[in-house]
Structures are given as structure tokens and as C-alpha cells.
């Protein structure tokens, strides 16, 4: 089982025709310069010091990020430009990077086996997958945290909708940011309300925490306040784990 030849292309044709810079994708903001419920992240390791996998890791800027906090980062992403990306924007080998489609079941149990479990860093890949492959996404989180880890999932909320359209529709680079992500067919806060809730847990992973929050954005409004969508974070583990503070 793979994704979708589209969602395959979509992808791989956005990565192909960047040049990977930080910045020149409208998602890739500075993690410092973005809450996005940050300390319930980093409380993660502290609880249980295992590797990260962040999955869907682009051009690795997250992935560095996780690698400075976590005893190791893996960034997996289906692109295999987003994967070359990354490699070239991290000389220093902070973090490993790799190619992985999270539909493709044997391929995440293959590197749940290989790391043991593990952390999962999961950032605004739901809401842009193809409905069809949702349940997989979230079964590839469950897998890969298996009986320890735990995963922070942060998606956009449908209303992020109102916020891009009017965005896209300006003049200027912000706007050009966004019209690359229509131009390659990605479709983001395409999620319903509450869906990726009912995702997690049907994949059998249990809700630890959960709140609102705002995905920073690369791009600026007219009047010059940072563009910031409305999202939703979750720390899920798998159900029946112990939860923190449980003997």
C-alpha cells in the first residue's frame, strides 16, 4: 500500500521546483519563533529520553530543531528532494534523514524495528493528506510510538481555509507562496473539524493533552503581522500505556 500517485507527484514536483532554502516554503518559519505548544513538546524527552522521528520533515528545519533537544532526530519524508534537501542543510549530520511513505505499512514497521520506540514529531501532515490515507498516517504515528513513546501532532484547523484564501489572493511574495502550494495540488486544512481527534484514536492511541494554537507562518499580512493559522495540537500515546505520573 502506498499514497495516492497524486499525492505522490503533488509533492515530489513542490520539493523538485524548490531550491530548499529556509524560508521559501510558507510553512517553514523558525520553530523558535513559533509556540505551537513548544513546552509540551520538550516535555518528552524529559519523561522518556527516546529518539524522535519527525515525519513529513521537508527540508529538515524542524528536524535540526528536535535534534537539540531529543538524543536523536530522524526526519522521514516522502519526497525524496524534500530527503536531498535536508541532507544538503545539515553538513554537520545533526540529524539522519530518509525516505518514508507513512502508508506504506511494512516500511513504518521496518523502522520501528530498526529504532525501537520512539518519539514522534507529526506537523501539519494530516490536513493535507488524501482522506483515503488518513487512517494510515495516523497508524504509522501509533506504530512508531509504539508501547513508549509518545507523539506531539499539530494540524490545521478548517478556518486556517479563510486565512489562506485571503492571503493567496494579495499581491507580493507571501502571495506567491501560497499560489505554489495550489499550483503543485496540495490542498491544506482539508481536514474536517474534529476528524484528526477521531483519527488518533482510531489508530488506538489515547489523547494525554490537547489544545489550540496557530501554525507561524514564512509569509506577512499588508499591514506586516506574521500570517498565523488557526490549529490544534495533540501528546497522544498509545492506549492503555501508562499515562505521566502512572506507577
Same mark, same amino acid.
Given at each position: 500500500?502506498?499514497?495516492?500517485?497524486?499525492? /505522490?507527484?503533488?509533492?515530489?514536483?513542490?520539493?523538485?521546483?524548490?531550491?530548499? &532554502?529556509?524560508?521559501?516554503?510558507?510553512?517553514?518559519?523558525?520553530?523558535? #519563533?513559533?509556540?505551537?505548544?513548544?513546552? &509540551?513538546?520538550?516535555? /518528552?524527552?524529559?519523561?522518556?529520553?527516546?529518539?524522535?522521528?519527525?515525519?513529513?520533515?521537508?527540508?529538515?528545519?524542524? #528536524?535540526?530543531?528536535?535534534?537539540?533537544?531529543?538524543?536523536?532526530?530522524?526526519?522521514?519524508?516522502?519526497?525524496?528532494?524534500?530527503?536531498?534537501?535536508?541532507?544538503?542543510?545539515?553538513?554537520?549530520?545533526?540529524?539522519?534523514?530518509?525516505?518514508?511513505?507513512?502508508?506504506? #505499512?511494512?516500511?513504518?514497521?521496518?523502522?520501528?524495528?530498526? /529504532?525501537?520506540?520512539?518519539?514522534?514529531?507529526?506537523?501539519?501532515?494530516?490536513?493535507?493528506?488524501?482522506?483515503?490515507?488518513?487512517? =494510515?498516517?495516523?497508524?504509522?504515528? &501509533?506504530?512508531?510510538?509504539? &508501547?513508549? @513513546?509518545?507523539?506531539?501532532?499539530?494540524?490545521?484547523?478548517?478556518?486556517?481555509?479563510?486565512?489562506?484564501?485571503?492571503?493567496?489572493?494579495?499581491?507580493? @511574495?507571501?502571495?506567491?507562496? %501560497?499560489?505554489?502550494? %495550489?499550483?503543485?495540488?496540495?490542498?491544506?486544512?482539508?481536514?474536517? *473539524?474534529?476528524?484528526?481527534?477521531?483519527?488518533?484514536?482510531?489508530?488506538?492511541?489515547?489523547?494525554?493533552?490537547?489544545?489550540?494554537?496557530?501554525?507561524?507562518?514564512?509569509?506577512?499580512?499588508?499591514? *506586516?503581522?506574521?500570517? /498565523?493559522?488557526? =490549529?490544534?495540537?495533540?501528546?497522544?500515546?498509545?492506549?492503555?500505556?501508562?499515562?505521566?505520573?502512572?506507577?
Amino acid at each position: 500500500m502506498s499514497v495516492t500517485e497524486r499525492y /505522490l507527484n503533488a509533492w515530489e514536483g513542490y520539493w523538485g521546483a524548490s531550491s530548499g &532554502a529556509p524560508g521559501e516554503a510558507i510553512w517553514d518559519s523558525e520553530p523558535e #519563533t513559533a509556540a505551537e505548544a513548544h513546552p &509540551a513538546l520538550l516535555a /518528552l524527552p524529559g519523561e522518556l529520553p527516546l529518539p524522535v522521528v519527525d515525519l513529513g520533515c521537508g527540508n529538515g528545519t524542524r #528536524t535540526r530543531w528536535l535534534a537539540g533537544h531529543f538524543p536523536r532526530a530522524i526526519g522521514v519524508d516522502l519526497s525524496w528532494a524534500a530527503v536531498e534537501h535536508a541532507r544538503r542543510a545539515d553538513p554537520e549530520g545533526l540529524a539522519a534523514y530518509e525516505r518514508l511513505d507513512l502508508v506504506d #505499512t511494512a516500511a513504518v514497521r521496518a523502522l520501528h524495528e530498526r /529504532l525501537g520506540d520512539s518519539h514522534v514529531y507529526l506537523r501539519a501532515v494530516i490536513h493535507q493528506s488524501d482522506p483515503e490515507d488518513r487512517p =494510515a498516517v495516523a497508524a504509522a504515528v &501509533a506504530e512508531l510510538v509504539g &508501547a513508549r @513513546g509518545r507523539a506531539f501532532v499539530v494540524e490545521l484547523e478548517p478556518a486556517a481555509k479563510d486565512v489562506i484564501a485571503e492571503a493567496a489572493g494579495a499581491s507580493g @511574495g507571501t502571495a506567491e507562496k %501560497f499560489r505554489r502550494v %495550489f499550483e503543485h495540488d496540495l490542498r491544506p486544512a482539508a481536514a474536517s *473539524g474534529g476528524e484528526v481527534a477521531g483519527l488518533l484514536r482510531g489508530a488506538g492511541l489515547a489523547i494525554r493533552a490537547e489544545g489550540a494554537t496557530e501554525l507561524a507562518m514564512t509569509g506577512f499580512h499588508a499591514d *506586516g503581522r506574521r500570517i /498565523l493559522l488557526p =490549529a490544534h495540537w495533540f501528546v497522544v500515546g498509545r492506549a492503555g500505556a501508562p499515562a505521566e505520573g502512572d506507577g
